[in-house]
């Protein structure tokens, strides 16, 4: 989907809507997957309507330039182009706790070493980032252009596009991502996460 262009289409989970039960329940992922992520493509695709000149670019090329996006959709090309993103490399980096993909590859397991000192001390200090994003964002680990590790915390639908930092792995944070099942216990969905955060396995 992320190569794809306008107009943008909803690509299907990589895994079924009870796939990762108990630690995210099937009808948040129809709401998560089917009603919001839904949502961010067709606002999206309504934002790009009028801009043709826009229309044959991937969502990456729109939104690592957001000098070329109209002032009179910016706003909403940017918010809900990141929402589409966003939530594409959340749904991706996801995969069910039996699935061998939710221990890092050796080359991100050394590099994590490197950095965090132990995977659990990686997840811990992820995971406390995740708790401290006020209101509503997501939590990244990303690559640097020098192949450094950072832990970086977005507001609502932004991304990192636009900077030199590839995204590892991403955790969404805003409250319908979680209040189905955890309600206002943030800290439980952060904790049951990692046995169903898909690692790269390079
Ligand atoms: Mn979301």
């Known amino acids: 989907m992320l190569c794809s262009t306008y107009p943008f289409e909803l690509p299907p989970l990589p895994y079924d809507y009870d796939a990762l039960e108990p630690y995210i329940d099937a009808e948040t992922m129809h709401y998560h997957h089917d009603k919001h992520f839904q949502t961010y493509i067709n606002n999206l695709n309504e934002a790009l309507d009028k801009c043709p ?26 918010h809900n182009g990141g929402g ?45 980032c995740a708790l401290d994003v006020f209101g509503s ?8 252009s020098k192949g450094m590790l950072k832990i970086v915390n977005l507001q609502n639908q932004q991304t990192l596009l ?13 409250e319908h991502a979680y209040y189905l099942k955890y309600k206002n216990a943030r800290k439980d969905y952060v904790t049951g996460i990692w046995n169903v955060i898909a690692f790269p396995q390079a």
């Open 84 to 128: 589409v993103y966003n939530h594409a490399r959340f749904f991706e980096g996801l995969a069910p706790a039996d699935s061998g993909k939710t221990m890092p590859g050796s080359l991100l397991m050394s590099k994590i070493r490197c950095t965090f000192g132990s995977l659990d001390n990686f997840k811990e200090k992820f995971s406390r």
């Open 53 to 78: 000149k826009l229309q044959c670019l991937t969502l990456e090329q729109i939104l690592s330039n957001p000098g070329q996006i109209p002032p009179s959709v910016c706003e909403s090309v940017l």
């Open 162 to 174: 636009a900077q030199c930092l590839e995204p590892i792995i991403l955790l969404d944070v805003w």
């Open 137 to 144: 964002g997501y939590t990244y680990l990303v690559s640097d």
